[in-house]
Every structure is written in C-alpha cells, then in structure tokens.
C-alpha cells in the first residue's frame, strides 16, 4: 500500500534551536508507525508541524487529498483536521469541568454536526459519542466530571473525541506515557482493534519501547532534529546507531 503521509527534508529552528534538521518520514497506509528518540530529538516539533501547530523553515510535508505543505504554503490545524487526520496532545487537552459526555458533545459540536448550545441535535450523534465511550471502556463515567478522571482514563477520553470526527490517520503523542500498567495494555488492545477492523493508520511518539515495539509495525528513530534509522521493531532494536543515540543522550 501506498504512503498516506509523508516528511522530506523538514527543518524548523527556534531561534537558534535546531528543533528539527532535514528530517523526513514515511507513514504507510494502514500501518501502525512508530517515531522514537531521545528527549529533545525533535519528535513532537514534527508532529506539530504536521498538524499545522508550527510552520516548518524548509522541505514538504504531505498530508492526504494531496495537500503539500511548505514554508511558504503553511497550513492551519483546522485545515489538517479535515484531511481525516487526528491527533492527540502529550497532556491531554480535555475539559475539565465538562462532564464526561458533555466533552463528547463540545467534540461532535467541533466536527460541525451540532451546536454546543444546543441540546444533542439528533439521537444518532449521542448513540455514536455513548458507543465510543463504551469503545474505550469509559461508558460507566460519562456523567463524571472529566477532570476527575484518572490520567489514564483522560488519555481514553482523549482518544474517543478525536474518533468522533472518523480519522483516517491518528496521531499519538505518548499515549503510555505517566499511565499504568494494565491501562497501557487496554490502549494497545484499542489501538490494534481501530487499526484492523477499521483500517486506521497510526503514528505514534512514545518512549515505552515494550509498548512501542509490541504494536509498531514500523519504527522511526530520531536523533538531533534528524531521522536515523528506521525498520522493523527488531531491525532497529540491533541497530549501533540507535543505541549509540540513547547512551550518548
Ligand atoms: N516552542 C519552542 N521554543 C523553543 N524551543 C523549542 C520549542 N519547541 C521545542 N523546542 C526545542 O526543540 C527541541 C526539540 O523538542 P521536541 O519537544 O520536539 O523534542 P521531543 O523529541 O518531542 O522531546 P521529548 O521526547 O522530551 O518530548 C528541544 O531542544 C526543545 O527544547
């Protein structure tokens, strides 16, 4: 299959940071892609500048519906969000004082299916956002306040707002990062199931390497704003360059 996104030759600077340095990526359709590396070796920078968040300095980076973005042709997030690409923050990005349901319907509102001030503008829409909710496992606490959820349940909740907009690409920042155990095993199990019974692509940033080799089918590693090597869980697990990169960080 074909890539459904791809990076060539990105590079963004803050001042004098070289967040990211000529680095490229390719995600394949239907593939569950991992992009790991050291602290500070560039990997949100890239996904923010994938979903608009940051404008890049130099090369492309191609979204699907054959939209090329560029230093000169920026694009906003909203415009990304509508090519079918989701994505989910390092700290999520909930309400806090919102119920869990009531994030559910500020989300369906987003998507531009209801009004926030309204009530549920149809049965249908409140029977999908209760039906991810169960997806998740958070159906019993959709009347909880969802700052009142566990950090882990708030990863879940996170994860059914963006699969009420229908993505075809989500992207994961450390979706196993501060949860426990048992909570990191239900998220994998989730992530598997929307891969293969909806066919889902995934990109996922995470530094559990047990979680992210168990699940990518493909592995990019990142090192000073740069990609340096990439493969299959095991080809990159024995690769010098990688270990070099983590013990020398
Ligand atoms: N808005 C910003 N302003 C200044 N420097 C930034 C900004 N965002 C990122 N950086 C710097 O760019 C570099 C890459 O950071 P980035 O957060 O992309 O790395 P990362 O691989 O995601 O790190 P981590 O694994 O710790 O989350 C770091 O040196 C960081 O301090």
């Known amino acids: 299959m074909g890539n459904v996104l ?6 963004k600077s803050f001042g004098g940071i070289h967040a990211l340095e ?3 990526l ?14 500070g070796s560039g990997k949100t920078t890239l996904f923010n500048a994938i ?5 890049i300095d ?25 090519t079918g690409l989701g994505r989910t923050f390092q700290l999520t990005r909930i309400f806090p004082r919102l119920s869990v349901i009531e994030n559910m319907h500020v ?5 531009g299916l209801g009004s ?28 909880h306040l969802a700052g009142e959820l566990s950090y882990g349940q708030r990863k879940l909740l996170e994860f059914a707002l963006i699969l009420i907009a229908d993505p075809k690409i989500i992207l994961l920042d450390e979706p196993a ?28 940033v995470e530094h559990n390497m047990e979680f992210v080799m168990g699940i990518c089918d493909k592995i990019t590693v990142f090192h000073r704003g740069t990609n340096i090597a990439e493969g299959s869980p095991g080809e990159v697990r024995n690769n010098p360059a990688v270990l070099e990169a983590y013990l020398g960080d």
């Open 107 to 111: 989300a369906t509102q987003r998507k």
């Open 6 to 11: 791809e990076v060539f030759d990105v590079s």
């Open 58 to 82: 130099a090369g492309s980076i191609h979204l699907p519906g054959e939209i090329i973005v560029t230093k000169d042709r920026p694009i906003a997030p909203d415009k990304v969000f509508r």
């Open 22 to 24: 000529g680095c490229s």
């Open 116 to 143: 926030f001030f309204s009530r549920w503008s149809t049965g249908q829409e409140q029977r999908r956002a209760v039906e991810l909710l169960h997806f998740v496992g958070l159906d019993d606490l959709q009347e």
């Open 177 to 204: 990062g501060g949860v426990n155990p048992s909570m990191i095993n239900h998220i994998g199990e989730r992530i598997r199931v929307l891969n293969q019974e909806q066919g889902i692509t995934f990109l996922i």
């Open 26 to 39: 390719q995600v394949e359709q239907g593939s569950i892609t991992g992009l790991i590396g050291p602290n």
């Open 51 to 55: 979903t608009g968040y940051e404008r």
